[in-house]
């Protein structure tokens, strides 16, 4: 993913202004529900604003503790944002992707004790390549990025076998024609911080540690005529790396590479893209690249060789 163009737009003045015309407007709305319950004909007076000195001295002198306590959080709350936010880029977005996978990888599911065989997804199962969307959403403020990105994958297939299968403890015929479904969706949440940030110099550059989770939840499925066989799996997966970009034409042509990956006992997890990215008019980018998203598990019932691996295009849209 990349993240799209800044722009610092509070004001300090216009902030505080904000936050205690609230606070003062709250403190006596509350007043007023005080009176509705101890002497409704005076709340009912009251209305929705005091209407002499007197009313407005009874509602603060009855408030003053809480008011107090509600002006010092507000005056610490603006204090440390009012400081932090005014010299910091605020940016926000959406981004949607459209991805063109090729899917190859095996698959071998155990069950109490009986091994499984090694499933190529494709010549076994007869799963076929699939494209989808991706929709995600970003905010930033100065070196920090989130994003959250959604997609959902579902791949099938329909082949006659031609040899006999064990899939999850169950034994599939030769010569039998079986249905196979890969099913997953996928959260995949993003938090990057800026290193290095060169924006100024030059056409831009600029390289981020990337920290990221993906949480999948899916099942896959093989069923005949007179089996069916179903593994669910939900996971999350954390993942370690880097964001780099490269302004290559001032604030019209960039390039982006995101690598991303985490090796762990019985596994590795592999996403990166490369991509250019054009912006012909402010705050809306066009993008083309290529993404390869992998994962190689290898548990003690379960192993898993999946890779998806394709072209993209996106269009984002950043305040």
């Known amino acids: 993913m990349s993240f799209g163009k800044s722009l610092s737009w509070f004001d300090r003045d216009a902030l505080n202004f904000l ?11 509350r007043a007023k529900g005080f009176w509705d319950k101890h002497d409704p004909a005076f709340g009912k007076k009251l209305g929705t604003e005091p209407s002499s000195l007197k009313e407005q001295t009874i509602i603060f002198a009855l408030e003053e503790g809480r008011m107090k306590k509600a002006f010092l959080w ?4 603006v204090a440390v ?14 981004r949607g992707h459209y991805w063109f996978p090729e899917l190859s990888g095996n698959l071998r599911v155990d069950e109490s004790g009986i091994p499984g065989d090694t499933l190529d997804l494709e010549s076994d199962l007869g799963l076929d390549d699939e494209s989808y969307p991706v929709i995600e959403g970003f905010v930033g403020l100065g070196n920090h990025h989130l994003s959250l990105s959604y997609y959902k994958v579902d791949y099938s297939g329909t082949e006659t076998l031609t040899e006999t299968i064990t899939f999850a403890g169950e034994t599939f015929a030769i010569d039998e024609q079986v249905s196979s479904s890969l099913e997953y969706s996928v959260f995949d949440f993003m938090y990057q911080y ?9 056409a831009g550059f600029s390289l981020g540690a990337v920290g990221r989770v993906k949480l999948f939840d899916g099942k896959v499925e093989i069923k005949s005529s007179a089996l069916t066989e179903r593994e669910s799996f939900t996971a999350p997966i954390p993942m370690l790396g880097l964001n780099l970009h490269l302004g290559i034409l001032a604030d019209l042509l960039e390039a982006r590479v995101l690598a991303t990956g985490m090796g762990y006992g019985g596994g ?18 066009i993008h083309g690249g ?25 269009v984002t849209l950043s305040f």
């Not at 205690?20 to 709305?29: A, G, I, N, Q, R």
Request: with cysteine.
């Open 19 to 29: 936050v205690l015309s609230t606070v003062t407007y709250m403190d006596h709305v």
């Open 74 to 77: 507000m005056i610490c709350f």
């Open 81 to 94: 944002f009012g400081m932090a936010v005014p010299g910091q880029a605020f940016e926000f977005g959406v």
């Open 194 to 202: 800026d290193l290095l940030d060169l924006e100024n110099i030059l």
């Open 268 to 285: 590795t997890i592999f996403d990166g893209q490369a991509e250019i990215s054009l912006t012909p008019f402010p705050f809306l980018d």
């Open 290 to 314: 290529y993404r390869i998203f992998s994962i190689d598990v290898d548990a003690d019932d379960v192993e898993f060789d999946y890779d998806t691996s394709g072209p993209y295009v996106a």
